[in-house]
């Protein structure tokens, strides 16, 4: 349905109409397509120091036009602010307002990037203060975009250069149509780990991965995503959905495994599957998630104790086994939710399986870096799939267009290429995260 509205008032005689009625018109967003350029015209590095000569030179090997300053009437396709040597508040200004005055050159589907350092308690307060600052200044330049531009940051932790894997890896991945739907949001690099493709178009080649609830929505987008993006699927889901797991797991090539993932020897009857019918297992994508929406005064203990049994405390007892099994460079990439981080009325016993789901990532991501692993979560915000069509239909349409600048639900297919990403070994440097993919909303399923 959404999908009706973007094309009318992207085309021909409706999009007139649309605009001579005032009413809000959502841009196509720019996705990934194979073969496509990066991005839609040249890019602006603007800022001095090391991260800015680094990032050019990372920007040049990918064959881009790269400036160092904006001016001219052509288009741009991305506008890179390297703030990280930002010692006081003053320090942003220039680089702020030379890029205020290039946001209107920047092309529908562009990208804004700022690389800066995360605050800290032991740094000066003016530095703490200045580094904070452009988190405020990031997020609220992408509630000034529009045609489908995007604005999101990545924050090198101390000693970490802007040409380490991660930081590379996620440069391409917030400026490729990979992450239409991601928007005012930061990745920290936090360590030089990490191993950049071979192919840009094939991160995962060679991989196994594991998709719970696969059958349909989310979960099927990402087993066709990872398979896209060269890996092995095996696709579970519970045995009433059998017929559609089936087909997603030939549509991508992969296995079906027929699962319930709250079985308590669920983590095992997958690493069994992967060993012997794929010979090993390098990714988990803990998807599986269901909603029993009640306000909590009339909550009952099915209702609550379900949702956490499928969203959270199942994926707590398959990662045991995974960590016991001692799996070299295992990825896990965990379903979150914005009504975990925002709350949501009426989802008291979803939201807290959902905040959990990031808390067990903040407290598995060491264990998981000792095994030359890592552990992620992806919290979707407004996502159009058969979850989200049960809520009332004024509801969902006011939903999307309290997007702020995107005004549009993201797509399945959105979600998954986040979850890609921090699948992908070149995200090795990126662990115990939450990414939100809500097109900067906190409205969420
Ligand atoms: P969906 O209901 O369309 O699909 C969920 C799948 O999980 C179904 O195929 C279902 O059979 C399977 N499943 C449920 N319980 C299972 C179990 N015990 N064992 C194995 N499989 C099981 O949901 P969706 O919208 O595609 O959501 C996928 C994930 O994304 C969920 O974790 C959800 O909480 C999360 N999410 C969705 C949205 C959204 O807007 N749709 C927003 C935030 C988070």
């Not at 001219?72 to 990280?84: F, M, P, Q, R, V």
């Not at 988990?284 to 005064?297: C, E, F, M, P, Q």
Request: aromatic share 2%; with cysteine.
């Amino acid at each position: 349905m959404a999908d009706n509205y973007l094309k009318l008032v992207n085309s021909g005689f409706t999009k007139e109409l649309a605009k001579s009625l005032g009413l809000p018109r959502p841009s196509i967003l720019r996705r990934y397509r194979r073969g496509q350029p990066l991005v839609p015209g040249p890019v602006v590095v603007l800022g001095a120091g090391s991260a800015a000569h680094e990032l050019t030179e990372t920007l040049l090997g990918w064959g881009l036009d790269v400036r160092r300053h904006a001016g001219g009437s052509e288009k741009l396709g991305a506008l890179i602010l390297a703030l990280d040597a930002v010692e006081a508040p003053g320090d942003i200004s220039s680089i702020a307002l030379e890029t205020g005055a290039a946001l209107r050159s920047l092309a529908p589907g562009g990208r804004v990037v700022t690389i800066s350092r995360p605050a800290d308690a032991t740094d000066a307060p003016a530095r703490s203060a200045a580094r904070q600052g452009v988190t405020g200044l990031l997020r609220s330049l992408g509630r000034e975009l529009r045609g489908g531009a995007t604005a999101n940051g990545i924050l090198l932790a101390e000693g970490i250069r802007a040409d380490a894997p991660s930081a590379t890896a996620a440069l391409h991945f917030l400026l490729s149509g990979r992450s239409a739907y991601v928007d005012g949001q930061f990745l920290t690099i936090e360590s030089a780990r990490g191993e950049l493709p071979a192919d840009w178009d094939q991160p995962l080649s060679g991989k196994v991965a594991v998709v719970t609830g696969a059958a349909r929505g989310i979960g099927a987008a990402i087993a066709r995503t990872l398979h896209r993006d060269g890996a092995t699927i095996v696709a579970v889901d519970v045995p009433q959905a059998g017929d559609a797991l089936a087909k997603v797991a030939n549509e991508v090539e992969g296995t079906a495994l027929q699962l319930d993932v709250t079985r308590h020897d669920a983590g095992q009857i997958i690493l069994d599957h992967a060993r012997q019918r794929h010979g090993h297992l390098d990714i988990v994508i803990h998807n599986a998630g269901i909603t029993r929406d009640k306000l909590l005064a009339n909550m009952d203990a099915a209702r609550w104790d379900s949702v956490m049994a499928v969203n959270l405390e199942s994926q707590l007892r398959m990662n045991e086994a995974f960590l016991a099994a001692e799996l070299p460079g295992l990825r896990i990439v965990s379903l979150a939710s914005t009504s975990g981080i925002a709350g949501n009325r009426g989802q008291t016993n979803y939201a807290a399986s959902k905040a959990g789901v990031m808390g067990m990532v903040v407290a598995t991501a060491s264990a998981m870096a000792e095994r030359d692993g890592g552990i992620n979560a992806v919290a979707p915000g407004f996502i159009e799939t058969e979850m989200t069509a049960k809520i009332p239909v004024a509801t969902r349409t006011v939903g999307r267009m309290l997007m702020p600048s995107l005004m549009q639900g993201g797509q399945p297919l959105d979600v998954a290429e986040a979850i890609g990403f921090l699948a992908s070994d070149a995200a090795g440097g990126i662990n115990g995260q939450t990414l939100r993919v809500c097109g900067q909303s906190l409205v969420g399923a």
